[in-house]
C-alpha cells in the first residue's frame, strides 16, 4: 500500500482560513491542544474526548495513504484509526467540507486504505470509513398517546462499506463503550470506480 510523507499530505477537504475566502456556514478551524495531541481543529479535538469518555482507543493522524485507482492516486490523511473497532475516521465540521471522491477511493479496499488489523466484517461487508461532524446530543422519545417519556433517540453516522466490488453507505451510533453498525444502508457505487453517494442521507436511531 502506497503511503505519504505526512508533510505532502492533503487534507479531505481544503479549508480556507482566510476570511475574504470562506465558504457560507463553513468556520475556519482551530487548532487545539489535547492528550498530548495537536488537533488541526476543535472538532477533532472534541471527538478524541468523546472516544475517552467512551472508553474507545483511538489514534490520531497514525499515517497518510495514497488512494485511487493506478494513475489517479491522491495523498489522504485519515484523522483517526479505531484500533479494537477497525475503523478509519473522518472528521469533518460540514458536508459541504466532504471530499467525497477522495473518501470513496478510500473505502475501497484494493486501492484505498489499509486495515492493519485486518478486515471488520458484518454481514459479508467490510467496514471501511466511519464520517463523523458536529456532535449531537441524544434526542428524547416521548409517546405520543400517553405524553410519556419512551426512551431515546441516537444520532446516527455516515458509515461506508465494501462488499463483492460495490460500496455501501450505512449507519453507525454510538452506545456505551461500543459503535452499532448496520453496513447494508444502500449501494452508492462500485470500483470501477462508478460514484452515486448522496452524502445527504441521515437519520435517526432508537
Sequence with gaps: MPTWPRDQLLPAAPQSHATSERRPGVHPSIET??????????????????????????????QGYAVGPDGGRKPYLPDFWLPKQKLWVEVKGSEKQLN??????????????????GPHLINEHQVRLLILG????????????TGEHAGYSQPTRTVLSFRAGDVFQGSACFFANEIDIEPDGGLVGNDGPYINWNTGRRGGRS
Design 134 to 145: 458536529p456532535i449531537d446530543r441524544v434526542g428524547s422519545l416521548v409517546d405520543s398517546d
Design 33 to 62: 491542544s489535547y492528550a498530548g495531541h495537536r488537533f488541526r481543529s476543535r472538532l477533532e479535538a472534541r471527538w478524541a474526548v468523546f472516544f475517552d469518555n467512551l472508553g474507545i482507543r483511538w489514534e490520531y493522524e497514525p
Design 100 to 117: 467525497v471522491e477522495l473518501l470513496f477511493h478510500a473505502a475501497i479496499p484494493h486501492y484505498g486504505l489499509p486495515n492493519p488489523a
